[in-house]
């Protein structure tokens, strides 16, 4: 078992950077971000695979990136040219296994409680 803890949430104008962490309680192999507005499915936003590879989803490439301090078992998401269509909540996932190609499947076992980020205009 794998816990996962969020910080750095909070409100932010648009045009401005928040920068969300996750610290896992274990060694991981993939960690990634993914977000759910009211309504509406969560969705993939960044990942970072076993060998390094990063996957980021259309809507913030170029945008947002997700640094890893790997000694500390931390994964950050810098987001930067906030959007109100950011809004969202923001959950931390990861998992032990290993794999590689496609980082935004959901597949991971484990999950953070989640944590808001909201855009004013």
């Known amino acids: 078992q794998v816990d996962l803890v969020e910080s750095g949430g909070g409100s932010v104008q648009a045009g401005g950077s928040l920068r969300l962490s996750c610290v896992a309680s274990?060694?991981?192999?993939?960690m990634g971000w993914f977000r759910q507005a009211p309504g509406k499915a969560r969705e993939g936003v960044a990942g970072?695979?076993?060998?390094?590879?990063?996957e980021y989803a259309e809507s913030v490439k170029g945008r947002f990136n997700i640094p890893k301090d790997i000694d500390m078992n931390t994964l950050f998401l810098q987001m930067n040219s906030l959007t109100p269509e950011d809004t969202d909540l923001y959950y931390c996932?990861?998992?032990?296994?290993?794999?590689?190609?496609?980082?935004?499947?959901?597949?991971?076992?484990?999950w953070g409680q989640g944590i808001q980020v909201t855009l004013s205009s």
């Open positions: 274990g060694n991981t192999a993939i």
């Open positions: 970072i695979g076993p060998d390094g590879a990063e």
């Open positions: 996932a990861a998992d032990s296994r290993a794999w590689y190609g496609a980082l935004l499947t959901q597949a991971e076992n484990y």
